[in-house]
T-cell receptor
């Protein structure tokens, strides 16, 4: 299994441009997540999905959009990129979060995005 | 007040030292306590987790939770240069086990 894969690894955007960060998992996990990690700030949840066709906002959703048309893929869309979106983006997946039971989140290698 | 506080370090220790990494938290509803390890330019990976209070040991690593003090610790015995990484604590409540709350991470460097 490849686990969670993300593309691209690096990207530089100009202010106002848009792009899609790709995330794919091959573990048949129904839960998928997008986080951003800023220096000294830990990971913040942007959006998450509990299954195909269902998405919900996390802690910092402004400026981003997501869709989930298949179990495997969970792309993150940046519209009108801003310098504040310069960050490292991580995608993660897990089995369904059964109430009261923690299921490990598996992380991808990340995408480093710089907006200039 | 932040939900989770973690000293960012960096913490620099010689090989073989005992390392203590800590987090404090404010919400008593947290029930699961995780430690993730993140190597430079890689994604976080789960090191170990505990449920509720108590200790859990895995090889050279021991996780400790004190819910009365809202304090969690990760101890690394006989530290190795390969342990050099950022260690993030993460907490979740039993009511919403898909929403991880991360600490800021502590950068650890173990020198030979």
């Amino acid at each position: 299994n490849a686990g969670v894969t993300q593309t691209p690894k690096f990207r530089i955007l100009k202010i106002g441009q848009s792009m899609t960060l790709q995330c794919t998992q091959d573990m048949n996990h129904n839960y998928m997540y997008w986080y951003r990690q800023d220096p000294g700030m830990g990971l913040k949840l942007i959006y998450y999905s509990v299954g195909a066709g269902i998405t919900d906002k996390g802690e910092v959703p402004n400026g981003y959009n997501v869709s989930r048309s298949t179990t495997e893929d969970f792309p993150l869309r940046l519209e009108l990129a801003a310098p504040s979106q310069t960050s490292v983006y991580f995608c993660a997946s897990s089995y369904s979060a059964t109430s009261g039971i923690y299921n490990e989140q598996f992380f991808g290698p990340g995408t480093r995005l710089t907006v200039l | 007040q932040k939900e989770v506080e973690q000293d960012p370090g960096p913490l620099s220790v010689p090989e073989g030292a005992i390392v203590s990494l800590n987090c404090t938290y404010s919400n008593s509803a947290f029930q699961y306590f995780m430690w993730y390890r993140q190597y430079s330019r890689k994604g976080p990976e789960l090191l170990m987790y505990t449920y509720s209070s108590g200790n859990k040991e895995d090889g050279r690593f021991t996780a400790q939770v004190d819910k009365s003090s809202k304090y969690i610790s990760l101890f690394i015995r006989d530290s190795q240069p390969s342990d050099s990484a950022t260690y993030l604590c993460a907490l979740v409540g039993s009511y919403n086990t898909d929403k991880l709350i991360f600490g800021t991470g502590t950068r650890l460097q173990v020198f030979p």
